[in-house]
């Protein structure tokens, strides 16, 4: 048995590689960047070692600095967990070629199933159905722009090595097709180095089902039952399940075959995903094959009752598969909720910051966290937004379902923005408890998703009262009355000036700037976190934290954030004022490309800059007609969110 590992990644993957490997008794080393020299994973290894800068070109997809340490740190293996380096087969070469096993398949199989288009031809050889589609290599824009206009829109354009959703946009009219070519190939490059594409007929509205396999090198190949991804934006997964529902055991027997064929075809070792979309009519097509772990491995775990990186590592150490495909059960219903660090109403921007609070549910065998943040700790623009997977089991889908929504409403974290309360929206949405999945769910359902909490107003001022109350009942004492302070606070979109009253009853004297005014009648009580309320004959329990004038509630209903307003600030939600024509950065990244030059007329909704940050491409469009004036920045600059990038002056005005 292999006795040291390296990680060769960050975050909670590394974390949940470590822990297995511990449990096995192997050493564990960490590599980490300097924006990850306090994180978790180098807490929790046996040993660390640095790798260099905060960008990942600087770190974690530097292969000669990994495989230096393994050989200096006498690691026996390296796990690439998954990103980075674990689809690099030039890295899988080196490894080898340093006498280091790579805890994964050989450089080949990643190579064949690495490019999207070759992988589409192997699958076709072996018989495994596919959607119809150009996977060629000329890449000639006019050549390309010609192919998807005789296919048809939409269509789906995809750099033929990404993954993670990364690389992959759908042209919906030939009109836009160059822009959205233009953004795979550029994503393409960025995250993977290779800026090739594939476009394929984009199915309506299919599910994302796949299968998880595994191979050793005896001749043995099994699959451990599928997984329904469906649930995803920006062709990102947010939601996992296993196994998928609705499926008869016929089909479900079926995709497990083909995928386990798949794996044979081109003699796949260690973990893998084949992954399928699953049509209404009941057909699936091979979409792509991950030669790795893949995030959602969690579900497949709680259901089959593995430890999947234990498989990995014993597979790795040459030893056979521990099961083979009679003995492989599934027993009830796991979900995975992936939390980002990403506010949903703004398009799910990516947000950094500092976690300066952090709650997280109870876990017991049926309720796991998988995390690599701490409380504390900095969510920079580096790497992905993903901070932490929560996984649920229980017997059946309803109950997982339930038993993931208190979890969620139990998962607290203030100082960034997160899609926790998207996620509670999501899974409790009519369509999805009733298994209506399909991978356009989010946009068809956008409207009550991406809508702002409804909180009643009585119960929010209450809470919100309650929190700001003084500790020390006899604050604000006058003679002959009762306690009482004053404040004024901004919530879900109203000013408010509060008079509250402190005695056993509180009441809370309220008017607003509109002129309207009332008063709220209460009790309850508080410790540091907690809020007990009582109020009209209902009791109400809330947790909230507070740092500086923002108080955060954490209620049933989702999260509510009070800001306390100072006498002299007139409007705490005032930002950097910006004339009409200026464009500024959405968020903190890079500027990856201009797509206009000064000077140049431009016409509402026309694409002008790419923003990059957390390995995703945003880009920015005019939100009027004009010309283009001056230019702030280069390509290649780092921005800051609210950062003016350009300014677009006003067309001259007809005679």
Not at 289 to 314: C, F, I, K, S, Y
Not at 550 to 564: A, E
């Amino acid at each position: 048995m292999l006795k040291s590992v390296l990680i060769a990644n960050r975050g909670e993957i590394a974390c949940r590689v470590i822990r297995t490997a511990r449990t096995m008794g192997m050493r564990t080393i960490a590599v980490y960047s300097d924006a990850d020299a306090n994180a978790l994973h180098v807490k929790q290894a046996d040993e660390a070692w640095r790798l260099g800068g905060a960008a990942a070109a600087d770190s974690y997809l530097c292969a000669d600095k990994i495989l230096n340490i393994a050989l200096q740190a006498g690691a026996e293996c390296i796990h690439p967990g998954y990103g980075f380096l674990s689809e690099n087969a030039d890295f899988v070469t080196s490894c080898q070629a340093a006498g280091i096993v790579f805890v994964g398949p050989d450089a080949l199989a990643i190579q064949q199933m690495g490019s999207k288009s070759a992988a589409k031809l192997i699958m076709q050889d072996a018989g495994i159905p596919l959607v119809p589609g150009y996977h060629g290599a000329n890449q000639d824009p006019e050549f390309l722009q010609q192919q998807a206009d005789t296919m048809g829109y939409p269509l789906l354009i995809k750099a033929i090595a990404g993954g993670g959703g990364k690389g992959m946009r759908v042209a919906t009219s030939s009109a836009e097709f160059k822009t959205q070519l233009g953004g795979a190939q550029r994503e393409g490059q960025s995250s993977f180095g290779n800026p090739i594409v594939l476009l394929e007929r984009y199915l309506l509205q299919p599910r994302h089902v796949e299968v998880q396999v595994f191979c050793d090198r005896h001749g043995n190949g099994v699959y451990l039952g599928d997984r329904d991804c469906s649930a995803q934006r920006r062709h990102q997964k947010v939601i996992e399940e296993a196994p998928a529902p609705g499926l008869s055991d016929d089909l479900r027997q079926a995709m497990g075959s083909a995928a386990v064929a798949a794996a044979k075809a081109i003699d796949y070792v260690g973990a893998g995903t084949v992954e399928f979309l699953l049509d209404k009519d009941g057909c699936f097509y091979f979409m792509e094959m991950n030669t790795r772990l893949q995030v959602e491995h969690p579900v497949t775990e709680m259901v089959t009752g593995q430890d999947l990186v234990a498989w990995q590592l014993q597979v790795a150490a040459n030893q056979p598969l521990p099961l083979q495909q009679v003995e492989i059960h599934l027993q009830g219903h796991a979900v995975e909720a992936r939390i980002y660090a990403e506010d949903p109403e703004q398009d799910f921007q990516p947000s950094t910051g500092t976690i300066n609070h952090l709650r997280q549910p109870t876990t017991d065998q049926h309720v796991r966290v998988d995390t690599g943040v701490l409380e504390g700790d900095v969510i920079s623009s580096f790497y992905d937004p993903m901070i932490a997977k929560l996984i649920v089991f229980a017997d059946d889908r309803e109950q997982a379902l339930s038993k993931l929504d208190t979890c969620l409403q139990d998962y607290h974290l203030e100082g960034i923005n997160t899609n926790i309360d998207f996620l509670r929206k999501l899974t409790t949405l009519e369509d999805f408890a009733q298994a209506k999945l399909h991978t356009n769910i989010i946009e068809q359902h956008q409207d009550q998703l991406l809508g702002k909490n409804k909180f009643n107003f009585d119960t929010t001022l209450a809470l919100a009262c309650l929190a700001l109350a003084p500790d020390n009942d006899l604050a604000g004492l006058r003679l002959n009355q009762p306690s009482q302070v004053s404040f004024s606070i901004h919530v879900d979109t109203r000013e408010l000036h509060i008079n509250l009253q402190l005695a056993e009853i509180y009441t809370a004297n309220f008017s607003d700037a509109a002129g309207n005014s009332g008063k709220v009648v209460f009790t309850g009580s508080k410790t540091d976190e907690h809020l007990r309320l009582s109020l009209n004959g209902q009791m109400t329990k809330a947790s909230y934290c507070q740092f500086g004038d923002r108080l955060s509630i954490f209620s049933p209903t989702g999260k509510l954030v009070v800001q306390l307003l100072q006498p002299q600030i007139d409007n705490f939600n005032q930002t950097r004022q910006h004339d009409a024509g200026d464009i500024v950065a959405p968020m903190n990244g890079s500027l990856i490309a201009c797509l206009v030059e000064s000077g140049q007329n431009v016409d509402e909704g026309e694409a002008l800059l790419v923003v990059e940050a957390m390995k995703m491409e945003h880009t920015i469009y005019a939100s009027t007609a004009g010309i283009v004036g001056e230019i702030y920045y280069r390509v290649g600059d780092l921005v800051a969110a609210e950062a003016q990038l350009l300014h677009l002056n006003p067309l001259p005005q007809e005679a």
